[in-house]
C-alpha cells in the first residue's frame, strides 16, 4: 500500500523568508502523481503545486516550488517570500494513475506559522 | 464559476441514526470523490463516482455508502452512526480524465455525532 509522510507536524517561517517542507511517500509504481494542498481555517482544500512522477523537471507555481527526488521518493514545498495568508496546514498527497480513477493518499499534514 | 458546494456545513447526529451529506460539483465535472478528515486518521478516501458509477471505493464499512445522479451531483449516506465518525467529509469534484484534471474541493460538513 501506498504511505505518504510527512514528519514535520508544525513549522514556523518569517514573513518574507522561505521555508521548506518535507514529504515522503513510498509506492512500487512507476507512474505517479504528487500534489501539495493547502487547507486554511476555512476548510477548504486548494491545490498549491502538482508534479508528474515521469517529469524530471520540479513543478513551480509562482512562490511555490518542488524538489522532487524520485530515486528518494521525497518530494518537498519550498514556499519563498512567505506571506501571512500562506498559514495554512500543508498536505502532502500521492495519487496512482488506474485509467481515469482518481483516488489520492494524503500525508498527515503540516502547520505552517507565518511571523511578523 | 461557482465552486463545489456541499450541505450542510455541520451536523450534529445521535449514535444510530443515519445522515445523508449533499455535494454539487463544479458545472462540467463529472466525477465526485468523498474524503473523511479527522484528527486520529488524517484525510481517508472513501469514493469516487463517475457518470452515476463508482468507480473507485476506499476501506471503508458498508454502513458508509454513496451515490451519483445525472446531473453529477453526489450524496454520501452513514447509516447506524458510530461515534468514530465524526468527522469532517470532504468532497471533491474533477472533469474526470484522471490526474490531467485536478481535483476541486468543497468546504466539507463537520459531522459530530453524540
Known amino acids: 500500500a501506498q504511505t505518504v509522510t510527512q514528519s514535520q507536524p508544525e513549522m514556523s517561517v518569517q514573513e518574507a523568508e522561505t521555508v521548506t517542507l518535507s514529504c515522503t511517500y513510498d509506492t512500487s509504481e512507476s507512474d505517479y502523481y504528487l500534489f501539495w494542498y493547502k487547507q486554511p481555517p476555512s476548510r477548504q482544500m486548494i491545490l498549491v503545486i502538482r508534479?508528474?512522477?515521469?517529469?524530471?523537471q520540479n513543478a513551480t507555481e509562482n512562490r511555490f516550488s518542488v524538489n522532487f527526488q524520485k530515486a528518494a521518493k521525497s518530494f518537498s514545498l519550498k514556499i519563498s517570500d512567505s506571506q501571512l495568508g500562506d498559514a495554512a496546514m500543508y498536505f502532502c498527497?500521492?495519487?496512482?494513475?488506474?485509467?481515469?480513477?482518481?483516488?489520492?493518499?494524503f500525508g498527515t499534514g503540516t502547520r505552517l506559522q507565518v511571523t511578523l | 464559476k461557482a465552486g463545489v458546494t456541499q450541505t450542510p456545513r455541520y451536523l450534529i447526529k445521535t449514535r444510530g441514526q443515519q445522515v445523508t451529506l449533499s455535494c454539487s460539483p463544479i458545472s462540467g465535472h463529472r466525477s465526485v470523490s468523498w474524503y473523511q478528515q479527522t484528527p486520529g486518521q488524517g484525510l481517508q478516501f472513501l469514493f469516487e463516482?463517475?457518470?452515476?458509477?463508482?468507480?473507485n471505493k476506499g476501506n471503508f464499512p458498508g454502513r458508509f455508502s454513496g451515490r451519483q445522479f445525472s446531473n453529477s451531483r453526489s450524496e454520501m449516506n452513514v447509516s447506524t452512526l458510530e461515534l468514530g465518525d465524526s468527522a469532517l467529509y470532504l468532497c471533491?469534484?474533477?472533469?474526470?480524465?484522471?490526474?490531467?484534471?485536478?481535483?476541486?474541493f468543497g468546504n466539507g460538513t463537520r459531522l459530530t455525532v453524540t
Open positions: 498527497a500521492y495519487g496512482v494513475i488506474t485509467g481515469t480513477a482518481s483516488k489520492l493518499t
Open positions: 508534479q508528474e512522477a515521469y517529469k524530471q
Open positions: 463516482y463517475f457518470s452515476e458509477t463508482q468507480r
Open positions: 471533491a469534484s474533477s472533469l474526470g480524465q484522471g490526474y490531467n484534471s485536478p481535483l476541486h
